[in-house]
């Protein structure tokens, strides 16, 4: 019994890292196929497991998060700080691109047009306030994201149908998921 609940917290782990945010332990419980039991079993190994490092479950009622230890706060601000000066880089430009022609798109969507994992990218755009997340209204546990005013603003346009040749690259998005499937 104890091999597969060290097991699950790792599982839990890796999904919480994977996501990149809270998630719920209904969500948990049922993309790990166990009950509630053997989840906060899980979940209480994870915890002491956790102990050590640079992260730490930090856990409300019905949400888990896998969130950097308060300690190191000003080193990642300091991070952060740097992170939001330097230029974008090609694969940001990328995402970016995908967001602007294609919002509301899920990660998953811009992840399968790059072919890559593109989360740390949707990350690193939504800390500069270029993009931000918002909720599938059709499925609760899908993020979407959408350009924010700020971006628009500083491209200097009114609403993304003003980018340059916004219909003829938002029918070659659509033509290259099509013909991905």
Excluded: W
């Excluded at 948990?28 to 730490?56: P, Q, Y």
């Excluded at 990218?121 to 918002?134: C, D, P, S, T, V």
């Amino acid at each position: 019994m104890e091999s597969s609940v060290i097991q699950l917290d790792r599982k839990i782990e890796a999904l919480l890292f994977m996501k990149g945010e809270p998630m719920g332990i209904a969500e948990l419980m049922k993309l790990c196929s166990v009950g509630e039991g053997e989840l906060e079993m899980a979940i209480a190994e994870l915890i002491t497991r956790l102990e050590a490092g640079a992260t730490r479950l930090t856990r409300t009622e019905d949400t888990v998060a896998l969130t950097t230890k308060p300690e190191l706060y000003e080193f990642l601000q300091e991070v952060l700080k740097l992170e939001r000066t330097e230029p974008l880089t090609k694969s940001q430009l990328e995402v970016l691109s995908i967001v602007l022609y294609e919002h509301p798109v899920s990660a998953a969507k811009v992840e399968y047009v790059r072919g890559v994992n593109s989360r740390y990218r949707i990350r690193a755009l939504m800390l500069r306030g270029l993009i931000e997340r918002k909720a599938d209204e059709n499925d609760a546990r899908v993020s979407l994201y959408v350009p924010t005013i700020e971006l628009l603003q500083l491209l200097g346009i009114t609403d993304v149908t003003r980018l340059p040749d916004y219909a003829l690259i938002k029918d070659k998005l659509a033509a290259v998921v099509q013909d991905k499937h």
